[in-house]
Nanobody
Framework: QVQLVESGGGSVQAGGSLRLSCVAS????????MGWFRQAPGAQRENVAT???????RYTDSVKGRFTISQDNAKDTLFLQMNSLKPEDTAMYYC??????????????????RGQGTQVTVSS
């Protein structure tokens, strides 16, 4: 059974940093597409970043230059380093993943599996 467990959320002032982690289990040695999306109350889901099994990354424009998605060498832990945080970054952040069938899709919230989410709150 696959599982994604996020951690690292919290409250921070604008300009601060947080690092989110997501531990993936149950996928064995399958190559994965992984990513993060976020959703604020009353808002639609917003794609944040994706990374494929070769380490290629994509970011939504609003986080480029501030957020960095990465994996550990074993590729079972996903990270999202968030710097220069803004109040508009406040949301529940979700880790997503699916076994790669080749090219990874660009939209993280379209991947099959997701974690329970971790809250990020940025105050002005």
């Amino acid at each position: 059974q696959v599982q994604l467990v996020e951690s690292g959320g919290g409250s921070v002032q604008a300009g601060g940093s947080l690092r989110l982690s997501c531990v993936a289990s149950g996928y064995g040695y399958s190559p994965l597409c992984m990513g993060w999306f976020r959703q604020a109350p009353g808002a639609q889901r917003e794609n944040v970043a994706t990374i494929d099994h070769a380490g290629r990354t994509r970011y939504t424009d609003s986080v480029k230059g501030r957020f960095t998605i990465s994996q550990d060498n074993a590729k079972d832990t996903l990270f999202l380093q968030m710097n220069s945080l803004k109040p508009e970054d406040t949301a529940m952040y979700y880790c997503t993943a699916e076994v790669s069938g080749g090219l990874c899709g660009e939209i993280a919230y379209e991947y099959l599996d997701r974690g329970q989410g971790t809250q990020v709150t940025v105050s002005s």
